[in-house]
Structure formats: C-alpha cells, structure tokens
C-alpha cells in the first residue's frame, strides 16, 4: 500500500545501461501491436517455405514419424545462437541442424486428443502461429510441432492451477524440421507455447536443439488497485494476456478502498461505486486468467482503506477520544462491524472462485489501520483498549484486537473454500496474548510506518514472505509521498526476490531465502491520484518493469543480455 502519511526519502541513484553484447534491431510497441497477427503468421510462413495422457520422458515422440511422408521437407535459413525469449530459457543444448520455423502446411499435433487438457493451449499455439491443430494418432510430418503430457499429471482437470515451479517445466525439442513440446501439466505445455510464440516473433523460430526451462520462483504477478481507480475489463484483460505471455501466475485485484468499492454486490448494493465492475465481468476475467494459468487474488482490505464501504454505515466509523472521525478506519470494538465486513468477504469468496483442489487465495489487507500508527494508541482510541482488555485480560492491547479482527476475518474466507491466505506485512504484530494465523502468508512492501518489522524476522518465527519491495515494484500512480515511478532497467540490473525490503538481499541463512520460503513477487500499481495517468500511460509505463520482473523471479542466474539487449528484445517479442 501507499501512504500518504509516509516521511520523505533520498532520492534513488539512477543506473547506468551497460552496452549492448549484440546489436538488435528495434520495434516499437506501436508499431508490434498494429501489425496484426494473423499477419504476422502468414509473413513467417512466406519466409519459411522455400483424451489420455501419454507417459513417455521428455522428448519422446508418441505420434508416429515418418521421415518418407508426402510433406516435402521445408526448407529455411537456418535459425541461429540461442532461443530469443522473455523470460530467458533455463537450459540449452544447441545441436546440428537448421531449427524450427512455422512453415506452410505445418499442424499442431495433439495424440491425446481434442477432449484431452492440453487441446486448447495447443489451439492457441496454432492461432498465434497461424497453423492448424489436428488429434489422435497422427504421423508427425516435417515442419509440425507434437504437444503432449508426459507423466501421471496429465489427468488433472484441465486449467488447474500448479501446486509448485516443478508443476510449470516444460521441454522443447527441435529437430529435424520438427518440434515436440512436452511436460508434466498442461501449464508447463502452456508455457512452452508462449516460448515458441516470442521465439517466432524475435528471431523467426527457434534453433536446433533442446530447452529444458523452469521457473525459480513459483509465484510471480502483478497487483491492480482499482479501487481508487476504476480500470476497464477490456484493459484488466489486456494486462493479464500480457503477463501470461511473461510466463507470470498471478493477478491481485485491489477492488476495494477509500476511494471506491468495484465490484457489483447483492449483499450490500449501498457500499458499490457507480463505476464498477458487474460480477458477470468478474466471471469473464476470472475465466480469462484461468484459461491462461493465471490465480486471481482477490484483496478486500480491513480493517483500514474501507472508506466507501463505511460511507453509507458513518457509525462504524472510527473516533478518537476527541471526538473526530478517522476516515477509511472501522470501529472493530463495534458488535456491528464484523457482521457488515463478513458479509462482503462470504459474498465475494463465492464470486472469486477456484476449482476444487487448487490452490485458493485471498488476500486480507490488513495495513495502515490509523489507530496503530498513533503515538498514544490506548489514549487516543479508549474504547479499542477497552474492548481489547475485555477479550484478551488486563494486559490486551490494541495490536492483540487487530490481530484477532484478522484472525476472525480469517476464519471467514477458510470457512468458504479460501486457503492460501495473505496480508500485508504491517498488519502483523508480535503480542504473547495473540498471533496472526500461522498459515497466512506476509506480503512485504514496506519497512516504514507501522511496518517497521525487518523481513527477517517474520522468515526466522518461519513464515513464509511474498516480495513487493516499494523501492522497486511500486508503480504509485502521480508519484506522491517520495515514491518514484520504477524502471525496467532498476529492476533487471540491481533487484532479485531476495531483496525484500530497501536495496539489500534480506539477511537470513541461505536456507530461508528458497522458493519454498520467498515464493516469489508481485507489481503493484497504485492509483493514488488516480488522474495522474491514463490507463493507455499506466500500460505503457509497466510494460518493461513487468518484463524485468518476469525474467528476475523465473530465472535466479545474472541476466545474460545487457539492459539495452534485453529492452530491444522486449520491443520485439
């Protein structure tokens, strides 16, 4: 979150591009997104042509080939040096030949079938590459790509979210004018696919030889705050094809704040903005990112940032013992305020739903509740103390009762499916009388304000920390409070996941700093002065930093490209 009570920082030093290792010719974005697709296939091509899941390793090829077929082999330049993608591929081992490139009559061969779960990502494959699909037991011919599942995996349902960055490797073969595609779930396969598309768009195909790729950290996204600034379908959908294509998982949607509740709801209809989001839309998103492996995490804040739900109910509202109101902040000492907020939260859990066995998020907010950041919180809030005291014993304190409101909050989401549940790292407080949930993930954006706690110390008491450092991936809309906006470059030369809070990799034991400990990152774009930019400059502005991103949280290694070779790329693909 943002805060506009935050004091003043230094300015951030600017880095300098290193030179470019090799020349590349540069697109523009413009100039990328008028060319339409189906042009580009067919300008590629023109340039190239002169059910059940299967089970074998890697590379294997389940369809028959027949190296006698009636297809003439196609003949093209030979693709040359590595595979030409963002996020960069793990592993290559280059061999003999001239690579893959989509050439006429070329098909996409699916052998388990247009019913199995790998049918639609290769249809999309076909789409992007302007090729046809075909099914079952099909000779692979020369120029075609075979799709498969390897493994026992592939009888998940179809578009289920994975469990871990094992779930989403995937390999690519090309040889011998063919390509397979392999992998242990129909992510990995989707995932291969996007390789493929970048490939064609960059350099034509890809070269001779094998990619084994993986992710190093499992969860990587992007944060929307629509709350203060309401943003179209059509764009939110824009964004999460753009992040799919980087090989990200996950979209936050902030929906709502001070500034606005947005999204439709039949429960409470007095607490929605008049410019919001129907659920028949949130549907369609939610469908959208599933179809292309994304989560949706779902964030309603409490017990701050409520002020449009708290605008029609002024008396939940909290007061200082002055008598003034703080605006945004519920009274959680008033018997009515869970009601009104478990009603919203059983509400949207039903709307953001999850398929059955997959990983169902939620996240909780939880930060900047104004009567934690007072010098006098006992003082100036008496009936908080009182109501803390009365459940926790003469010694309950107002963190106790804020720690319990997330706890019961909690309880609410679990109670409908939710079990991946997060909050903000400022909503964390350390009291012997009550703990934050043990199994709730903390979201660390900033080491200031209340949330002065290093990321350190919540990886020692074994929590695990999710990375949206403010220095590098907060994209605060008008640039108030010190906040500057982030650059890809910022990002791609001197940012990793383990840098959590402030320029420096947190300082814990190797072992705490894995996957398993710090899954990953999110971007989050912030629309405190919500006119600041439009959505057209708000798309332009995190194009390169989501790049940065990608490449940083699926690839732990020094990026092999240069700023300025990674930034041409990025133009390309």
């Known amino acids: 979150m943002s805060n506009p009570m935050r004091p003043p920082r230094a300015p951030r030093p600017s880095a300098s591009p290193r030179p470019a290792t090799t020349p590349m010719r540069r697109t523009g974005p413009a100039a990328r997104s008028a060319l339409p697709a189906a042009a580009l296939a067919a300008a590629l091509l023109l340039a190239g042509c002169s059910g059940t899941a299967d089970t074998e390793p890697p590379g294997s090829t389940s369809a028959k080939v027949n190296p006698t077929s009636a297809r003439a082999t196609p003949t093209w330049a030979p693709v040359t040096g590595t595979p030409q993608v963002i996020p960069a591929v793990r592993d290559f081992r280059r061999a003999d030949g001239r690579g893959w490139r989509p050439s006429k009559g070329a098909r996409v061969v699916v052998p388990a079938g247009e019913k199995s779960n790998v049918a639609d990502e290769a249809q999309r494959m076909a789409r992007d590459l302007g090729l046809t699909v075909v099914y079952g037991d099909q000779t692979v011919q020369p120029g075609d790509i075979e799709v498969k599942i390897t493994g026992k995996s592939g009888a998940q349902a179809n578009n289920v979210p994975v469990q871990g960055a094992a779930d989403e490797a995937y390999t690519l073969t090309a040889d011998g004018t063919r390509l397979t595609l392999t992998a242990p779930t129909d992510a990995g396969i989707f995932y291969g696919t996007r390789t493929v598309k970048q490939a064609v768009r960059a350099a034509g195909g890809l070269p001779e030889g094998t990619i084994q790729d993986r992710p190093g950290r499992p969860q990587r996204g992007m944060s929307l705050d629509n709350a203060r600034k309401p943003y179209t379908q059509d764009w939110i959908e824009a964004r999460i094809r753009e992040i799919a294509d980087l090989k990200l998982n996950q979209f936050q949607l902030h929906f709502s704040d001070d500034q606005g509740f947005r999204i439709q709801s039949d429960t409470h209809p007095e607490v929605v903005s008049a410019d919001h989001l129907t659920k028949a839309q949130v549907r369609q998103i939610i469908e959208l990112a599933r179809s292309l492996h994304i989560s949706v995490i779902p964030e309603l804040d409490s017990p701050g940032h409520l002020g449009a739900v708290l605008k029609p109910h002024p008396d939940l509202l909290l007061h200082r013992a002055s008598g003034s109101v703080v605006p945004g902040s519920i009274d959680i000492s008033n018997p009515k305020a869970a009601p009104l907020i478990d009603s919203l939260l059983k509400e949207m859990s ?224």
């Open 350 to 573: 039903e709307l953001f739903t999850n398929p059955e066995g997959a990983p169902a998020y939620w996240h909780l907010g939880g930060d900047e509740y104004q009567a934690l950041l007072s010098s006098t919180p006992s003082t100036t809030y008496p009936q908080l103390t009182r109501a803390a005291r009365q459940k926790y014993g003469p010694n309950g304190t107002i963190e106790d009762l804020t720690t319990g409101w997330l706890n019961d909050r909690q309880k609410t989401v679990e109670a409908k499916g939710k079990n991946r549940i997060e909050a903000w790292n400022d909503g964390f407080f350390s009291s012997p009388r009550v703990s934050p949930d043990k199994n709730r993930m903390v979201d660390y954006w900033t080491g200031k304000e209340g949330g002065h706690r290093d990321p350190s110390s919540f990886l020692r008491e074994g929590r695990n920390v999710m990375n949206f450092n403010d220095e590098y991936l907060y994209y605060v809309l008008g640039e108030p409070n010190q906040f500057v906006y982030p650059t890809g470059q910022r990002i791609y030369e001197s940012w990793t996941p383990l840098v959590i809070r402030g320029t420096q990799p947190v300082s814990v034991p190797a072992g705490m700093t894995g996957p398993d400990r710090i899954p990953g990152a999110r971007f989050a774009i912030w629309s405190d002065r919500a006119q600041a930019q439009t959505q057209a400059q708000v798309a332009a502005g995190i194009r390169l930093p989501l790049a940065a991103l990608a490449q940083k949280t699926w690839d732990p290694r020094t990026p092999a490209l240069s700023w300025t070779g990674f930034k041409a790329l990025a133009d390309r693909v």
